[in-house]
Every structure is written in structure tokens, then in C-alpha cells.
């Protein structure tokens, strides 16, 4: 078994013991081929949470700075995360997300970049949207409802696939990356205003 399965195994335990996990919109996964999960992100808990509850493997991206510590830096290499800038996106982050995604593999991006507990759509990096364009991988959305306090619930609501289609094939400007990377967090916080919550 590989480290990564190992350690799901381990925190799937701990976090069914302690909080009380509840999913909705699990026909909305895809079994496979190339996704990209972006989520809305308030607590250090969440990328383990959707790690425990999705059934494919995640490829996360995870600060740089966490890799500056060598036993760290081999624990996330080694469970498939890759460094990247919360200040700036630079070109090896987008090429370890398109390589990921080439491979047909699951990429978690959380498009905040950092922990908010309300939406703001001036935090939407234009990275993801970027990423969404050059990789024409389908996008997750999900929604992650909770104050992690002991035993309390734990809501995961994954929304509809988002596809993009540019049907100008007009040449795209960092602007348009960043209202892409808006559309795709307000998509992330009306799963809400869709019925989807309970």
C-alpha cells in the first residue's frame, strides 16, 4: 500500500470517530480521467477531509514554505503535492499542474489560495483559471460546510462539472484567466443558493 493510501486510511478513521461526515452530490464525480478539484477553504482540516472522502488520489499544490523542511518536503512529495507561490503563480507551478492533468490525474487547487471564512471574489487567483484553460480539464466544484469543532458535522457538497469552451478562440489575457478564476469560486459558494445545501 502506497504512504498516501496508508495515511487515508489512518485520518479516515480519526475523522469518522470525531466528526460526523455527510455527502452530497456524489454523482457528480468522475470516475475517471483528468479533473480539477477547487474548493472553498476555512480550515487547515480541509485538503485531509476531501482527501479521506474522494475516492481517486489528489494531487494537492501546498505552500512553499512547507517544503523548506526536508522531512516535510519528502512527506508531501511523496503523497503527490508540489510547492506553489500563494503570492505569485510562476511557470514550474503551472507546468507541475498541466504534467498532473496530462496524466489523467486529479488536481487540487483551492482558487482562495489561502484560509477565508466568507467569499471574496477579489481573493481568485488568475493561476487556476490559466491552469482550466491550457489543461481543458473539467472542473469539480466544492463546497466544504463546517467549523470542524468535535463532533459536529462535516458537510462536503460537490457541485456540477464546469467545462470551458472558448468557441472564438479568441487569445486570452490575464484578465480573462482572472474572471474565469471568479466564475469558478462564485460557482464554489452558490452550490448554497442552488438547493444543494440541507
Known amino acids: 500500500m502506497s504512504l498516501y493510501n496508508t495515511a487515508k486510511v489512518v485520518v479516515n478513521i480519526i475523522f469518522?470517530?470525531?466528526y460526523r461526515i455527510e455527502i452530497y452530490g456524489e454523482e457528480?464525480?468522475?470516475k475517471d480521467g483528468r479533473v480539477i478539484l477547487c474548493a472553498n477553504h476555512s480550515?487547515?482540516?480541509d485538503p485531509f477531509m476531501l482527501a479521506v472522502v474522494?475516492?481517486?488520489q489528489i494531487h494537492w499544490m501546498a505552500k512553499k514554505q512547507a517544503f523548506k523542511y526536508k522531512p516535510l518536503a519528502y512527506l508531501l512529495n511523496k503523497v503527490g503535492a508540489f510547492p506553489v507561490d500563494r503570492e505569485e503563480t510562476d511557470l514550474s507551478t503551472i507546468k507541475n499542474s498541466l504534467k498532473i492533468l496530462?496524466?489523467?490525474k486529479v488536481l487540487g487547487i483551492f482558487?482562495?489560495?489561502t484560509r477565508v471564512k466568507t467569499m471574496d471574489l477579489e481573493n481568485a487567483k488568475a493561476g487556476i483559471g490559466l491552469i482550466y484553460v491550457k489543461s481543458q480539464a473539467p472542473i469539480l466544484p466544492i463546497f466544504i460546510d463546517s467549523n470542524y469543532k468535535l463532533f459536529s458535522k462535516v458537510k462536503i457538497y460537490y457541485g456540477e462539472m464546469m467545462t470551458f469552451s472558448n468557441e472564438t478562440n479568441k487569445k486570452l489575457t490575464r484578465d480573462d484567466y482572472l474572471s474565469l478564476s471568479k466564475d469558478i469560486l462564485q460557482n464554489i459558494y452558490?452550490?448554497?443558493d442552488k438547493g444543494a445545501v440541507k
Open 16 to 18: 469518522r470517530l470525531i
Open 190 to 192: 452558490s452550490i448554497k
Open 111 to 113: 482558487p482562495e489560495g
Open 54 to 56: 474522494f475516492p481517486r
Open 43 to 45: 480550515h487547515n482540516f
Open 102 to 104: 496530462k496524466q489523467e
Open 28 to 30: 457528480n464525480i468522475a
